[in-house]
């Protein structure tokens, strides 16, 4: 089911669509209703921030290794990218949880409305906080790494 999908995007922030996965084919217990048009535009949504993840991530990747940065500048550039980029998570975040109170407010979620609240109190500050993760874990790659680039012997 989309929702299903929609709350592990969630839980696990940034995760790989379902339909995605390679599986041997079988037929499904039960056949899964088709998604609404609101969950079809929250998992196109999800897919596309995951592709946006994975780009910020190669445009950090690109600076943090860049051996002719010193550590100074590594840090500022890496800011500049999470802080170009903090608007656009925010945003999600905000979308996500939008959807998922939406959802929970749902006659037919009623059995999973808990489940779905929980999700909705969670993961969008869970994807507020992936700039102010993404700084940490900069610097403390920083931290690890040579303050100035390697010189030549």
Do not use: C, W, Y
């Not at 700084?135 to 403390?140: E, L, P, S, T, V």
Request: no cysteine; glycine share 2%.
């Amino acid at each position: 089911m989309s929702l299903r999908l929609i709350l592990a995007v969630s839980t696990a922030l940034i995760t790989t669509p379902v339909l995605a996965q390679t599986a041997p084919p079988a037929p499904p217990a039960a056949a899964a209703p088709a998604p609404s048009p609101e969950e079809a535009a929250m998992e196109a949504k999800g897919q596309a921030f995951q592709a946006s993840m994975e780009g910020i991530g190669e445009e950090l990747e690109a600076v943090m290794s860049d051996t002719t940065k010193d550590n100074a500048t590594k840090a500022t550039e890496t800011n500049a990218i999470i802080d170009r980029h903090a608007p656009e998570i925010n945003a999600f975040a905000a979308d996500l949880e939008t959807f998922l109170r939406a959802m929970a407010d749902k006659p037919e979620n009623a059995a999973r409305r808990d489940e779905i609240v929980n999700a909705a109190n969670a993961a969008p500050a869970a994807i507020r906080s992936i700039p102010e993760q993404m700084r940490a874990g900069i610097a403390q790659a920083l931290t690890a790494a040579p303050a100035a680039p390697a010189a030549a012997q």
